[in-house]
């Protein structure tokens, strides 16, 4: 009876026959402690030390693709727009495709200013106006000596401007000096800019019930919707261009959801430069948005310094010349990112490298008509100059 009732019998009985009935409390507790590591082998002991300091490096390694993936926990989609359907077609007159658009003809076209944000996308700002330069009243420019991030930046378009000498009769020009304020968001420093551009198409000339084109240079709209905007009358006071989003070049498609580039129907007072949702309206397949789409590895280097998402350059290898050239041609994410979506499915739908285009159809015209020139923006062409 007396070694069944030993096998039986509780730990904390053991422990107080090893440790003595008569200890201390601090040194009976210390005994229980020793007693309770013993029934842990060496073996789950080594690998609980390994495994929690792998799952805390593996979160400050993945820490942003884990905050990515959860996005839809608590973050709603935002509201959708109301997505007006698009015509066109070089044999239909313009009065039958306003009148498609549920809208009239006018007498006279209004006049289109075209106003940027110039940082280094020398080959995108030439397919940008020489798309629209039929239909558009004035190109308004403005170019600081400072990048979003506060990094002193050369005035890369001043020094190529002779590239841009048919241009000038259209040309309203201005240089903004940067305000380098280290540490500061790099949002305020964009805003800062925003509002002297405001200031520029004024003093090109703008005037109420002109339409002005808000983009980034990378937001190209293409020349027809351009031309069907300014000939049609009761067109919304401001309205969202939808684009065809690339990546790299325009051999990868990514999807048809860039939405920031607007025009609006110049109203002063009122008016003010954003690159932001102002209405619920979009025109739907209204032209393309190329996004880090640079000849050179220096340039994409560049970008990802100095624009507003610096943050996302978390580790210095990111920005090693190797390793860009092979995320390019792989489609994949210059910075390991996980796709900025709201559901679980889009994300899942979106991850890994994007899949290849080999379609040239509906491009810019200047792009097939100086495809020598621009080639490595064409599909099959994903390598790069060092530059």
Known sequence: MSDGYYNFKKTDDICDEVCGQQASRAAL????????LREYDIRTC???????PLFIFGVYLHGQKITYFLRPLW???????????????????????????????RESPRR????????????????????????????????SNSTFTSLPKPLLFASNRQQFKFMEPRLTYGMIGGRFRKGENPFVEEAYQ?????????????????LLIMSDVDEIPSAHTINLLRWCDDIPPVIHLQLRNYLYSFEYHVDNKSWRASVHRYKTGETRYAHYRQADIILSDSGWHCSFCFRYISEFIFKMKAYSHT?????????????????????ADLFDM??????????????????????????PAYLLNNAEKYKYLLPGKCKRETG
Request: aromatic share 12%; net charge negative; hydrophobic share 40%.
């Open 46 to 52: 080594a690998f609980l030390f390994m495994v929690i």
């Open 29 to 36: 507790t210390m005994s229980r402690l020793r007693c309770m």
């Open 75 to 105: 973050e709603s989609p935002p509201k959708p727009f109301h997505e007006i359907p698009h015509y066109y077609h070089e044999n239909v007159t313009m009065e039958t495709l306003c009148n498609l658009h549920g809208w009239k003809i």
């Open 311 to 331: 943050d996302r350059v978390r580790f210095s290898h990111y920005l090693d010349v190797k390793r860009i050239q092979d995320v390019i041609c792989r489609g």
């Open 194 to 210: 925003r509002v002297a551009l405001d200031q520029l198409l004024r003093i090109a000339g703008i005037e109420d019930d002109d």
């Open 338 to 363: 996980l796709p900025e979506e709201y559901t679980f499915k889009e994300i899942i739908g979106k991850m890994g490298p994007i899949p290849r285009s080999y379609s040239g159809v509906y491009l």
């Open 112 to 143: 289109v200013f075209d106003a940027v944000l110039f940082s280094n996308e020398i080959d995108i700002l030439a397919l940008r106006w020489n798309e629209l330069y039929p239909y558009i009243t004035q190109f308004v420019l403005l170019e």
